[in-house]
């Protein structure tokens, strides 16, 4: 059974901008929307100042999407960056990459050396408890032929990315594990030929 989306639309009423979404059924409450600019608006605006409206019902993930692109496309709504799902999943230019590197190059990870609570672990256990089959987000969709392939060149890419130093200690610790085995059957070997005398 495909999963219920409708499409929604929330709207400033102090400047008239608006953002239009798709989203599941079940996640309507309290919802106001996912984009870079609509967040900022609410931020700077409050949420008492934005109108949000239901615009239609559509069935499954791929209709809500396509639909989702039209409306933006017919509508042109200011707060949206993006013209669909699709474009979204832009990709950053080298020059892009290497200046986030660039930033990022000594800093610390936020979560380095801290540890979870007790609580803390619990309550991650129970929000993943039942996270399968039907209620999984993934459930009755599949890979494409593209993605698969993306994934396999970004594995080979860190692959490539070890340094001779890491190489070299891997190549040791294979040299090590093959003298072991043949140490091991050399010993047998004589055991065996010391028998036959």
């Known amino acids: 059974m495909n999963k219920q989306f409708y499409i929604y639309k ?48 559509v069935e499954g993930f791929d209709n809500a999407a396509e639909t989702e692109k039209k409306f933006i496309m017919q509508l042109n709504p200011q707060y949206n960056r993006m013209k669909s799902y699709d474009e979204e999943r832009i990709q950053h230019s080298p020059k892009t990459k290497l200046q986030w590197s660039k930033t990022r190059t000594g800093r610390q990870a936020w979560n380095k050396g801290k540890t979870l609570s007790k609580e803390h672990k619990k309550h991650l256990s129970e929000s993943h408890k039942g996270n399968f089959g039907e209620k999984n987000g993934f459930y009755g969709k599949h890979h494409t032929k593209e993605s698969i392939e993306k994934a396999n060149r970004s594995r080979e890419i860190a692959r490539n990315k070890k340094t001779n130093e890491e190489l070299r200690q891997i190549s040791i610790k294979r040299s090590e594990a093959l003298k072991k085995v043949w140490k091991i059957r050399k010993e047998k070997q004589n055991g065996k030929n010391s028998n036959n005398k």
């Open 10 to 57: 929330i709207t400033n009423l102090i400047t008239g901008d608006f953002y239009v979404g798709k989203r599941l059924i079940s996640s309507w409450n309290n919802y106001y929307g996912s984009g870079v600019d609509i967040k900022k608006a609410i931020k700077k605006y409050g949420k008492e100042n934005f109108h949000r409206e239901i615009l239609k019902y």
